[in-house]
C-alpha cells in the first residue's frame, strides 16, 4: 500500500481531488486531503504579514498555517504529495511547493488539474512531475509503481523530471468518454483535514460551508 496527501489550496469542494481519492483506495492505497483554505477562511480578513507566508490578491497562507501543513504530513508520512492547481491559484501553487520541496526534499510533488493542463512547459519547471488530462488512471499507476519501487516512466498522462534536468514525456491514454466509469467522489470525512485557526482537524462538513461553498463558485 502506498500513501498520498492531496493538498486542495483554497476550497472543500475540491471534486477532483475527491474522484482521485476514491480512485487510490479502490486500488487498495490510503489517500488524505488537506485543506488549505476553506471558501470561508479565504474571505477572511489578510491578517499581518510574517516571514514565511504567502499574501496574494485573492488568497494568504501565514506561516503558522504553513507549518500546521507540514505537521499533518509528517504525521502522515506520505509517499507523494498531490497538488490541484487552479491559474488563479498558480502563485500560491508555487509559493507552496518551493516550501514543500524544502521541508520533504525525498518526496515527489505532483501538479494536476485544469490548469496543468493547458499549461504544462510551465507546471513542470515547478512540481516534480505533472498530470495532463484526467488523473484518475494515472494516480493508480504513480501508488501502484511506488509500492512496486518502479520508476513512472511508462505511466502515460505524465511528464516527469528528471534528475539530470531532462523532460520525459509520456503521450496521453485515450479519454474515457463514459462518466459511468469513474468512482463516486470521496465525500465522507474520513482523511480529510482543515486547517483553522492556529490548528488542523478533521474536516466536518456542514450545511453552511457548502452553501458558502456553492454560493462563491456561482459568484
Not at 485573492?58 to 499533518?72: G, S
Not at 520533504?104 to 504544462?120: H, Q, S
Not at 539530470?164 to 467522489?185: A, M, Q, T
Request: charged share 20%.
Amino acid at each position: 500500500m502506498a500513501k498520498v496527501v492531496f493538498i486542495s489550496t483554497f476550497d472543500e469542494c475540491c471534486k477532483g481531488i475527491r474522484y482521485l481519492m476514491s480512485a487510490a483506495r479502490l486500488a487498495g492505497h490510503e489517500a488524505h486531503t488537506i485543506l488549505l483554505k476553506t471558501f470561508a477562511e479565504c474571505r477572511q480578513p489578510i491578517p499581518p504579514r510574517n516571514n514565511e507566508g504567502y499574501y496574494g490578491e485573492l488568497f494568504h497562507v501565514t506561516e503558522e498555517e504553513l507549518h500546521l501543513t507540514f505537521n499533518q504530513i509528517k504525521t502522515v508520512n506520505p509517499d507523494i504529495i498531490g497538488i490541484s492547481v487552479f491559474s488563479h491559484y498558480h502563485g500560491v501553487c508555487k509559493w507552496l511547493t518551493r516550501h514543500l520541496h524544502r521541508e520533504f526534499p525525498n518526496l515527489p510533488i505532483l501538479w494536476g488539474g485544469v490548469d496543468v493542463t493547458y499549461n504544462p512547459d510551465v507546471a513542470i519547471q515547478y512540481a516534480d512531475l505533472i498530470c495532463i488530462s484526467d488523473g484518475e488512471g494515472p494516480m493508480v499507476d504513480i501508488l501502484n509503481a511506488i509500492q512496486k519501487g518502479d520508476d513512472f516512466s511508462e505511466i502515460d498522462n505524465l511528464w516527469v523530471r528528471n534528475k539530470d534536468g531532462s523532460i520525459s514525456k509520456r503521450p496521453l491514454r485515450p479519454l474515457d468518454k463514459d462518466i459511468s466509469n469513474l468512482p463516486i467522489p470521496a465525500y465522507s470525512p474520513e482523511n480529510f483535514w482543515e486547517i483553522r485557526g492556529s490548528s488542523i482537524k478533521p474536516f466536518a462538513p456542514s450545511e453552511t460551508s457548502w452553501r458558502s461553498a456553492a454560493a462563491a463558485c456561482i459568484k
